[in-house]
């Protein structure tokens, strides 16, 4: 359990640092990009490593009903992804959600809760929520108001759901080759 809480914990570090000390963040210039690229591959390193030996109480597990909701919650997510990856002119999405990426991250967070009820579930996908819903205060509070992007045409928008329901795919058979069952 404690790779999986140290992974947590770097994986916060590393995404609040130029939020929370941007003086010292902007010392490492362009040398700090790969320093945090780094800390955030290892804190991800950990994370798979430390989940994947971790052990704790099972509250609740898979149920068809749960893995039918946590499918369709990805497909949301990922969805949100693509409204965020979206440059200049955003897909309708990202014309009313103004963090679209930590949206979709924390959509993916409470999905997989729903499937995994254990306590290595709780540190890992619970503390990346509390993590995203931070990282949205905290840039709320320092980028003030948001200005309402102009929004793409609808041809962008038709790639964007081709796209999602792609990675989907992709990421449930990635799933299914490391030994998870996505489809229930």
Partial sequence: MTLLVLGVALWWAAHLFKRVVPARRAVLGAKGS????????????????????????????????????????????????????????????????????????????????LVNGDTPSFILFGGLLVWAAVEVIVINAQEGPWDTPERAPAAKEVVSIIITLGVVCVVMFVHYLLGVTPWG
Avoid at 43 to 58: D, I, K, N, P, Q
Avoid at 67 to 74: A, E, F, T
Avoid at 76 to 84: D, L, N, T
Avoid at 94 to 102: M, W, Y
């Fill in 34 to 113: 790969p320093i945090v690229a780094l800390a955030i591959l290892v804190s991800v390193v950990l994370m798979v490593l430390g989940y994947r030996m971790a052990e704790g109480t099972v509250y609740w597990g898979r149920t068809p009903m749960w893995v039918g909701i946590n499918n369709l919650l990805m497909v949301v997510a990922f969805y949100f992804y693509a409204a965020s990856a979206a440059q200049g002119q955003k897909i309708w999405l990202g014309t009313k959600v103004r963090h679209p990426q930590l949206t979709g991250f924390s959509i993916w967070a409470i999905a997989h809760l």
